[in-house]
């Protein structure tokens, strides 16, 4: 079965510094998300991305992040100034038709903020 | 706000046994309702769905059965097996807007 994959599996950075987690959605999939899951607690939605624009985030994604398709196959999520808070495991994932069809979750970036 | 709330928190079950675990939801214009399984160091993993047109749905031993008068759906799986053991969360979804997960359910299957 295709995968989505997540570079890098885990990423260590200090408080205040950009980070950049890749992705690369599924070849054929037109929509992609970044959700995020602190320690413990439930998977958090971030934002959606559709026909290279955003199409839905979350109160969470403020303007310390963005995210861009630079090319035809990876889809980024960059957080512009790390907080102790932006801990978490960071899922991308993508779908074929939309939010209500199956969507295919890549293994996660793990991000530490030192 | 939109929610899932999910329970519960941990189970455990033997070899064997029936799992089950509880959804609820408040928004009356969520349309979809899919569960996701994720075992350690992976993605959640689309498991079963099921829309609010049914009141059950079946995919091999993992049933969801779904009461949209109470705002209420479970997923049932039978005969569970230690390969079952994971991380289940519940989500709602209303067409076009985001998932809402639960916090998630920890199974471990006894063997």
């Known amino acids: 079965e295709p995968e989505v994959t997540q570079t890098p599996s885990h990423q260590v950075t200090q408080m205040g510094q950009e980070v950049i987690l890749r992705c690369v959605p599924i070849?054929?999939?037109?929509?992609f998300y970044w959700y995020r899951q602190i320690l413990g607690q439930k998977v958090e939605f971030l934002v959606s991305f559709y026909n290279n624009e955003i199409s839905e985030k979350s109160e969470i994604f403020d303007d310390q992040f963005s995210v861009e398709r630079p090319d035809g196959s990876n889809f980024t999520l960059k957080i512009r100034s790390t907080k102790l808070e932006d801990s978490a495991m960071y899922f991308c994932?993508?779908?074929?038709?939309?939010?209500?069809?199956?969507?295919?979750f890549g293994s996660g970036t793990q991000l530490s903020v030192l | 706000q939109q929610q899932v709330k999910q329970s519960p928190q941990s189970l455990i079950v033997q070899k064997g046994g029936i799992s089950i675990i509880n959804c609820a939801y408040e928004?009356?214009?969520?349309?979809?309702f899919p569960w996701y399984q994720q075992f350690p160091g992976k993605g959640p993993a689309l498991l079963i769905a099921?829309?609010?047109?049914?009141s059950e749905k079946k995919e091999g031993r993992f049933t969801i059965s779904f009461n949209k008068s109470a705002k209420q759906f479970s997923l049932h799986i039978m005969d569970s097996q230690p390969g079952d053991s994971a991380t289940y969360f519940c989500?709602?979804?209303?067409?076009?807007?985001?998932?809402?997960f639960g916090k998630g359910t920890s199974l471990l299957v006894t063997p």
């Open positions: 099921i829309r609010p047109d049914v």
């Open positions: 928004n009356t214009a969520f349309d979809y």
């Open positions: 070849s054929n999939h037109l929509y």
């Open positions: 994932a993508s779908s074929l038709q939309g939010m209500d069809e199956k969507l295919f």
């Open positions: 989500a709602a979804l209303h067409s076009g807007y985001a998932l809402n």
